[in-house]
């Protein structure tokens, strides 16, 4: 599902990434961790063409991201869900227009969007905060919203950058357990993070980045 | 098709979406938006008022063409052809002996006496020549002075050369001054509302971060800038032209019988037809524009592209 082969990436003379190998599977679901600043979410990030790797290649689903002509890219992050620490919901749509967007992009039909957002809502359990605004919900909801927005148009790949990181530990087990789910459903789940009690308790192959290095879970187990 | 359909509705309902959620800023663009219609509307309106007055004043400028007292029916039909067939001539009109009498009476009124006591009537009959608009009536006049003033028939052409000159002169003033304040308050409402608009698409970049990281293509995170830059537009020009037209009837009615000739100069007819349908399309074309350019140097946007 995701072939990193040697990727750098430098800002200017600061290396965040330096020749990370790294290979993971259809269905897998891994835990991406390191200290702050260990380039977790920089592979993020070029991942979703967000940025370019500097040298070295990005195969997700088979596409050579770093090649990717602009015209493509809305098609990759199409087939890419993603979950972000600050959730990143549209502040002036609701919950369900929120979710409903990703398919809306998509040329859905309105009558679907709907009913899929909504089954989305509901496998997160928010199918009560339909017609809610994000600045209305607490942060646990709003992860959810962000989790069912992320997979609503059922992608292979589901991208999260810290999570739990804005929440407490039992929403964090919480959010865990609807991840665990989706990637029994067979979404490829990619978890970055630095909560190692949450690794511990997930009992999940880990990929550890050091200094923008992958020092061990390189390889598929 | 459909996908088209689609995407419009979505974007007008995106639109709309925004519009309720962010009144100040849209309030602010409409608002500038109609200042500037308006200003750019009475200067239109002035202009088009002087334009309309020079032009009724060419249209009551003629050329006389006096005919000599023998010339033949023949001859002076010959010469109303020829001078018909001439480039910048509207109509020829023949003044007979007993036309041109009445005229001088009417316009001499007691003094007519003078010419009353006379056995014959003096007046010369004579061809009138109205000019077609477009062309500079000094030149057309020029023209047939130097063409006809010698030709058999003809006692002598007249018309007053300086009158036409000035009206030539002031038309052009006009039209020049009206195209060249148009154009520049035209790059002015662009450079302002895109600087409007740019505020707008600033608060709303995470927003665009985020809909372009869940797939949306740049042009569809456009669509609904540009829609709203058509109501902004459609909403603002029919408010700056029912602003203006208010406004001249407010001046007009304030200062009533007793308004001054400058004003009814000035102010007299209401902005003529292709002007309102400008201001509407100038309104439109600047905000569209406008939009296009604020959410073109979007960051968000031009990061997709890196």
């Given amino acids: ?221 | 098709m459909s996908a088209l359909w689609h995407n419009l509705r979505f974007f007008a309902g995106d639109a709309w979406e925004e519009l309720r959620h962010s009144p100040g800023v849209n309030l602010l663009a409409v608002g500038t938006l109609i200042a500037v219609l308006f200003g750019a509307g009475l200067i239109a309106l002035v202009l088009s008022n002087v334009e309309t007055f020079v032009a009724e004043l060419r249209d009551d400028v003629r050329i006389e063409l006096y005919l000599q007292d023998d010339v033949s029916a023949e001859r002076r039909e010959a010469l109303r052809a020829e001078l018909s067939a001439t480039e910048g001539v509207a109509r020829v009109e023949h003044i007979d002996k007993q036309e041109a009498l009445t005229r001088y009476r009417d316009w001499a009124g007691e003094m007519s006496m003078l010419i009353d006591g006379l056995d014959s009537n003096p007046l010369p009959e004579s061809l009138e020549v109205f000019l077609a608009p477009g062309l500079v009536a000094e030149t057309v006049g020029s023209r047939i002075d130097a063409e006809f003033s010698e030709k058999e028939g003809v006692e002598q052409v007249r018309f007053d050369r300086e009158l036409l000159g000035r009206i030539e002169a002031l038309l052009s003033l006009a039209r020049i001054g009206g195209s060249s304040l148009g154009l520049l308050i035209l790059a002015a409402v662009v450079f302002v509302m895109a600087s409007v608009l740019r505020l707008a698409v600033y608060a709303r970049r995470d927003e665009i971060e985020i809909m372009l990281l869940v797939g949306a293509t740049p042009s569809f995170v456009r669509g609904p800038f540009l829609v709203a830059g058509v109501a902004q537009g459609l909403i603002s020009s029919i408010a700056a032209l029912a602003l203006i037209e208010a406004a001249r009837r407010a001046a007009l009615g304030y200062t009533g019988d007793d308004s001054p000739a400058l004003f009814d100069l000035l102010l007299a007819h209401a902005l003529p037809e292709r002007f309102v349908f400008a201001l509407i399309a100038v309104g439109l074309v600047v905000s569209c524009t406008a939009a296009w350019f604020a959410v073109r140097h979007s960051q968000g946007l031009r990061k997709i592209a890196t």
């Fill in chain 1, 1 to 221: 599902m995701i072939r990193l082969f040697n990727v750098t990436k430098r800002y200017n003379d600061v290396v965040a990434v330096e020749g990370a190998t790294l290979e993971i599977a259809r269905g897998e679901f891994v835990f991406l961790t390191g200290p702050s600043g260990a380039g977790k979410t920089t592979l993020l990030r070029m991942m979703l063409r967000q940025e370019f790797p500097s040298t070295g290649q990005i195969l997700v689903n088979g596409r050579n991201v770093g090649a990717l002509p602009t015209s493509r890219i809305p098609d990759l992050r199409r087939s890419i869900g993603v979950v972000f620490q600050d959730f990143k919901l549209i502040r002036r749509k609701t919950v369900l227009d929120n979710v409903a967007y990703v398919l809306n992009v998509a040329g859905v039909p309105r009558s679907r969007q709907r009913k899929q957002a909504y089954e989305a809502l509901r496998g997160v359990g928010l199918n009560h905060k339909l017609s809610a605004y994000p600045d209305a919900l607490s942060g646990g909801e709003q992860q959810r919203v962000a989790i069912a927005r992320a997979v609503v148009n059922e992608p292979d790949l589901l991208l999260a950058d810290e999570p739990t990181g804005n929440l407490d530990p039992d929403l964090a087990v919480e959010i865990m357990r609807l991840f665990r789910e989706i990637n029994a459903r067979g979404t490829t789940v990619l978890v970055a993070t630095h909560d190692r009690d949450l690794i511990e308790r997930m009992q999940r192959r880990t990929v550890i980045l050091e200094r923008g290095r992958v020092v061990a879970g390189g390889e598929p187990t």
